[in-house]
């Protein structure tokens, strides 16, 4: 079945950019869904970040719109993550998603911890 | 923008009660509700208010319209003791509410 891995660096340091990676094992990231990237920082819920389709069309959260930039690679089978001058306050588990519809998540990744710290 | 409101904030019942979760929403839309366990990510249960994602037991039901929500889960078994979360797409986001924790009593 199919199944979605987060990769990327654990620690960025404040201002700097945080990077990671979806990988997409047992299906197609080119399959007729969108792909959503979700974080939740420590004791709260979820905060959806943005999403991107298999032809590379992006939507994203507005109250992090400017530093957010989701894109697809559909050679690798993977979608991706940037998030630009980080603070602490990005420290979060950082999850990768599948669009399930109507507007659901219905597979997820394990999730990566990201912590902003110098 | 869209606000999500859980109550209560935590619930203590003992397995096998029904437990009944609460979700307000500050516009009408479609809502989902989802588990999640200490470590793990969130688990989709419901979808459009109603529906049971795949693999979900028919103990949990969701039920509502417009704004407000419910989730309720039957005879309660041991492992449903987690964190619930509802989430819906409004104002060009998608947000979660702060969830519901249903402890073992």
């Known amino acids: 079945q199919v199944q979605l891995q987060e990769s990327g660096p654990g620690l960025v340091k404040p201002s700097g950019t945080l990077s990671l990676t979806c990988g997409v094992s047992g299906g197609s990231v080119t399959s007729n869904t969108w792909w959503s990237w979700v974080r939740q920082s420590p004791g709260k819920g979820p905060e959806w970040i943005g999403e991107?389709?298999?032809?590379?069309?992006?939507n994203y959260n507005p109250s992090l719109k400017g530093r957010v930039t989701i894109s697809v690679d559909q050679s690798k089978n993977q979608f991706s993550l940037r998030l630009t001058f980080v603070t602490a306050a990005d420290t979060a588990t950082y999850f990768c998603?599948?669009?399930?519809?109507?507007?659901?998540?219905?597979?997820w990744g394990r999730g990566t911890l990201v912590t902003v710290s110098s | 923008d869209s606000v999500l409101t859980q109550s209560p904030a935590t619930l203590s019942l003992s397995p096998g009660e029904t437990a009944t979760l609460s979700c307000r929403a500050s516009s009408s839309s479609y809502l989902a509700w989802y588990q999640q366990k200490p470590g793990q990510a969130p688990r989709l249960l419901i979808y459009d208010a109603s529906n049971r994602a795949t693999g979900v037991p028919d103990r949990f039901s969701g039920s509502g319209s417009g704004t407000d929500f419910t989730l309720t889960i039957s005879r309660l078994e041991p492992e449903d003791f987690a964190v619930y979360y509802c989430q819906q797409y409004a104002y060009s986001r998608y947000s979660f509410g702060q969830g519901t924790k249903l402890e073992i009593k």
């Open positions: 998603a599948r669009n399930f519809q109507p507007d659901a998540f219905d597979l």
């Open positions: 991107v389709s298999q032809s590379g069309t992006t």
